[in-house]
Each structure stands twice: as C-alpha cells, then as structure tokens.
C-alpha cells in the first residue's frame, strides 16, 4: 500500500500522521516565520470562544469537548458529540448505575466521526451490563490525556479501573506548547467550529539535567489566548520549542535547525547525531525526535502508573496506531515504537495491542491492505470498527475487572431472578413483576 493512500485516509485523524518530508515549489522559510505564519484570525478566536463549535476553551488544558454536530460520518452523515454535566461524552447504557470504568486518550479514545451511541465504550459497555465513561478528547497527546485523567480522578466521578490510551503521534503531541502551530497549514478550522491544537500543558527536557520538566498552560483565560493573533508573540512563544522545530523539519516545513541546543538533545537521549550528514540529516531529525517523544511516553507512564497505587485505583494501557506502527509491522515486522512494548512488558503494566490484532484480521482477509482498511476506517474508526475494537478488547477488560461484570458471573442457569447479581454497588432493585427482573 502507497504511503501517500494511508495519508489520505488518515486525514481526518491527524494530518501529520506518518508524513515525511513536504515537496514545496517554493523556498522554506526559517523557523521564526514559520511559526509568525501560524497567527490565529480573531473571528476564529471569536467563534472558538462564542460557539457553537466542536471544542471548547478549558484554562487548563487548552480545550475539551463541547455539544456539535460535524459532518464528518460514515455515507457523508453528520455525527451528534455531545457531553454531560461532568465533561464525559453522553452515554446511555447502564448510565444511572454505579460506574467503575473511565476513560482517558485522544480521539480514538473519543470516537470521534461516530455519534454518541456509536462508541466503543457503549458497545462494550451494553455487553458487560455497565456503563463505562469517557472523558477524552481530538488531538491530545499522552501527557494532556495524563492531566485530564488526574483532574477527573480526583472528583467524585473517579472510578477504580482506568483505561489509558495510547494512539499514534500522541507522543509527539506530549512535548508541543501549541500543537495548532504544526497542523495550521492542514488542518481547517472552519472558521473556528473545529478551531482547537492552542496552547495547552505539556513537557520539555531540562537540556541541562536530561530531566523531563511539566508545563502549564501558557495562555491560560479567554483573553490571553488573543495572543494567538500576533504573529511576534507566536514566535517568540515557540522559537526555543525543540519537539516543535524537529516536527517542522522533519515535514520539510522549514530549512533550518538550532543545531546547538538540539545537539543537547541528542546527547541527553544517547543519539548519536551527525547533522553535517545531508543525505541522512530528515531521518535522523525524525529517528531523534521519536527517541524524545517515547521517552517522555515513559515518563508519564510512570507517573500514570504511581497516581493509580497512590489512591488504589488499576490501570490498563491501550496501544493503536494504524497509520504508522502497525504499517511497519505489516511490511517488515518491526515498528518505531517497541521500545514502549518493551517498557511496558518489562515495568509489567496490564497493556493490549490493538496493533497485533488488526494484523492478524487481516490475515483472515483475501485483500490489499487499503481495502481491509476501509471496512473499519473513514480515518478514525467507523461505528464498525468501534463494535470490533469493542470485542477485541472485551476478554482482557473482563480479566481484569474485579468482581466480574455481570454478564460473566456464574450464576445459577435456571434462575431468572437478577438480584443477587445485579450491581456491583448501588440499591438492590426491588422486585416488581413475576421473575423479579427489576426496573430500569
């Protein structure tokens, strides 16, 4: 399959996506005119803020999900997103019941190009007999989706059983200050109802103790993100952002490097950099900054991992990245990022590789990988490609939880009577006809 065929249908997903270098008939420009480049209109500004629009403004992590109706679906529909009171997507199963499972990743995570009841989470959800919540949202990287889940954790809607998705360039986007900074010559705002990429928190290396170091949002109310509109600020803000130039490099958006402060870099991570290679310089530009990303994918990893001890709670890692990854291990068997299958084997992390599955799918298949593709894709999943994420991961979700939903508990077969399984908590249901199945 042409690379240039998964770039087309990963549109929709994120417009980087296992891009290399960009063609351009005219000459690159330096990185700070780059980056003046990516000033925002204010009318943009102003209907991202006034909505209605796909996302809205959050002074913590930059944006969150909000009530849209895109005409991004399946057969060219339109697809109802919409959120609770609590900031969960809406779901309906088992919905007034007693949840133990949240939710945290990227658009995969949120299902976005599929309506509400179309979900992952809800078919799964409607399988095990309760609901499970999902609190994610378009284009965050692992370490904003990390953020929202410490934040929603610590409300009484947090839940014992975390599901942490990991999902193709998400760790790149861990290290931007402003992801709309790499994506603005793609990606159309329409006019501000699907403006979203401004500046958010995020990590950086300390070039100096090869320390990983969290960052707050830089633009952190309403008015501050009027910044957006000056070109000098956009430069000023992002200039010394080393994921944010390599990323720019590495798609051939400019012609020049920091090589001083990103030779720091290479040395922090134990790469052996040589830019005065020419012919090498876009993969190695591209090889160093996926050492960055991953390492800071273990970082939060970690971090991730000891907020669940701290406050008794369980975590399982999920890994999807059909555009990149899985590519890789379809055409040689390798993949860029198996130094996160190692560490999460090694650390001993529950995890599940959606990867691995597609593959072997696809083997059952008499078809050219683009048409497999098809079947479960409009670049992210169609609704049936949630229903088969849904039951792909079903038997290790089922493992995993404690007590067993109770769709897998053993109980007696010539019972009808749901009461002494219903819930895992909450009121009994009290008995209201014959059999005594109990209210909804």
């Avoid at 090889?287 to 939060?300: G, K, P, V």
Wanted: proline share 5%; aromatic share 14%; glycine share 6%.
């Amino acid at each position: 399959m042409k690379r240039r065929e998964f770039i087309k249908m990963a549109a929709a997903v994120a417009p980087l996506v296992g891009k290399g270098e960009v063609k351009e008939a005219q000459p690159k420009p330096a990185f700070e005119q780059f980056l003046k480049e990516s000033a925002v209109s204010r009318e943009v500004l102003d209907r991202f803020l006034r909505g209605p629009s796909w996302a809205q403004f959050d002074s913590e992590l930059g944006y969150r999900l909000w009530n849209y109706v895109p005409s991004d679906g399946m057969d060219g529909s339109a697809t109802l997103s919409t959120v609770q009171a609590n900031g969960a997507r809406t779901s309906s199963m088992y919905a007034g019941r007693k949840c133990r499972i949240n939710t945290y990743g990227d658009s995969f995570t949120q299902c976005h190009q599929v309506s509400d009841g179309e979900t992952w989470q809800e078919y799964l959800a409607a399988h095990l007999g309760e609901p499970i919540r999902n609190f994610r949202m378009g284009g965050y990287g692992v370490y904003q989706a990390y953020r929202r889940m410490l934040r929603e954790e610590r409300t009484d809607h947090g839940a014992e059983y975390l599901i942490f998705y990991l999902w193709g360039d998400d760790h790149i986007r861990s290290l931007l200050r402003c992801r709309h900074a790499i994506t603005y010559k793609v990606w159309n705002h329409q006019g501000g109802r699907m403006f979203h990429g401004n500046f958010w928190p995020h990590l950086e290396m300390d070039l100096e103790t090869g320390g990983f170091v969290e960052k707050e949002n830089l633009l952190a109310t309403p008015s501050a993100l009027y910044r957006m509109t000056d070109p000098q600020f956009m430069a000023d803000s992002l200039k010394d952002d080393l994921a944010l130039q390599l990323y720019a490099y590495k798609l051939g958006y400019i012609r020049e490097l920091d090589q001083e402060r990103i030779s720091k870099l290479a040395v922090q991570l134990n790469y052996p950099l040589d830019l005065s290679q020419e012919s090498t310089r876009f993969q190695q530009v591209g090889e160093l900054l996926d050492r960055y990303s991953l390492r800071a994918t273990q970082f939060i990893l970690e971090k991730a991992r000891e907020f669940s001890r701290q406050n008794k709670k369980k975590l399982l890692v999920f890994l999807f990245d059909p555009y990149r990854a899985m590519v890789e291990m379809q055409k040689s068997g390798t993949r860029y990022d198996q130094e996160i299958v190692d560490y999460l084997g090694k650390e001993k992390f529950d995890y599940f590789d959606m990867n691995e599955v597609h593959l072997r799918d696809f083997k059952k298949h008499s078809m050219p990988l683009d048409v497999y593709l098809k079947m479960y894709f409009i670049g992210h999943y169609n609704p049936r490609g949630n229903h088969f994420f849904a039951y792909s991961i079903k038997d290790t979700v089922v493992k995993w939880l404690d007590p067993k939903p109770i769709t897998y508990r053993k109980a007696n077969p010539d019972s009808i009577d749901f009461r002494a399984i219903w819930w895992v908590s909450g009121p009994t249901p009290s008995p209201q006809a014959p059999g005594g199945i109990p209210p909804f």
